[in-house]
């Protein structure tokens, strides 16, 4: 595939179910900002920095996780959007974010399990009460198992934050159902031990995921995009499996799902920062494999992230017919213009080497390159370059410092 195959694959226009038109098929990928002050409300930084992205020549942007519920926050940083206090903050933040004629979708979540013991002051909740594992169990309590009337107002939750998002602006939504948050939670085995009408067979599991579609759908114009970040597996023994999430993502398109985007893995096993097989690195993308066997199920437009690195592997992946969208994450925390480059000269590629503090427990853990990343995201939302060469021990050292007072600040907010 030569340079001008490549612009054209990448260049190329894509209409989704709903009716809404991606100038091109280069999608920014949902990463963490970490901006929110220590009430969660939407900082004047985001807007800025969606600003900047949008600038350097995407086709649909997808903003971090926006919690549904300020009494469930993941982590330090977070913004939570639960009525319309922010608005004219979130109407600037979809107007920096459509530059250009780029798309906007505000991704929601609710943590579940998945809080830090520092953050909030009550236990988490989630469709069980399964506590993580040994090594994990320093950190995360054990939640409380949701009752049903807690379980229809999580979806009632969600759908009154897409109709907000909705109200300013933004072109759609994507619910996050991957990476081990509160549907990821309901979608898995391990996690969902319950055996009322959320639990048991693979239908109940997958229903909480098909509700919150429903209720954001009915919340909503027939105009507005609704799309779902879902795990190709959970990559752990007993957990969700590719052959039931294959199930799970024909039922949400026979739903009228607009775009569906593959990922995998949680916390307890972050599949993207584990070593890859020469065949998955050659290809790039992580799940490409899972992403062709689904494409054989079902027509909704497929969006796959992780891994992308160059134009010509982007390319390649949409013109064999597996996957419409190239999502991208980490390069444009560090190279924002990355994508006016590939529609500009094709076959262009950048590198994103692992950073290292050097000390090799911490390492090992990779927490710390996650927060190198989540720097550079502050650097332009302030304004500011990305500084591809600022020293990961210094990163680690001003992040912990900064979080440790901005999770006690944010918990004495609540």
Sequence with gaps: ??????????AAPLTLPNGQTLENRIAKSAMSETLGPPDNRVPATIPTLYGRWARGGLGLQITGNVMIDRRAIGEPGNVAVEDARDMERLREWARQGQQGGTRIYMQLNHPGRQVPKFLNKHAPVAPSAVPFGKAMQAYFDTPEALAPEEIEDIITRFARTAAIAEEAGFDGVQIHGAHGYLVSQFLSPLTNLRDDDWGG???NRRRFALEVYKAIRAATGDGFGVSIKI????????????EESAE??????????????ISGGSYESPAMMKPQKDSTRRREAYFLSFAEAVRKQVDVPLMLTGGFRSGRAMAEAIASGAIDIAGLARPLAVYPDFPAQLLRDGDVSVETPRRKTGIKPIDRFGIFELTWYERQLHRMGKGKEPKPDESPLYAMVAHALGAGFQGFRTRRAR
């Design 1 to 10: 595939m030569n340079a001008d195959d490549i612009r054209t694959q990448l």
């Design 231 to 242: 795990n190709s597996a959970d990559f752990q023994q007993g957990g969700l499996t590719e």
């Design 201 to 203: 067979s693979p239908e």
């Design 248 to 261: 799970t993502i024909a039922s949400l398109a026979a739903a009228g799902m607009d775009l569906i985007e």
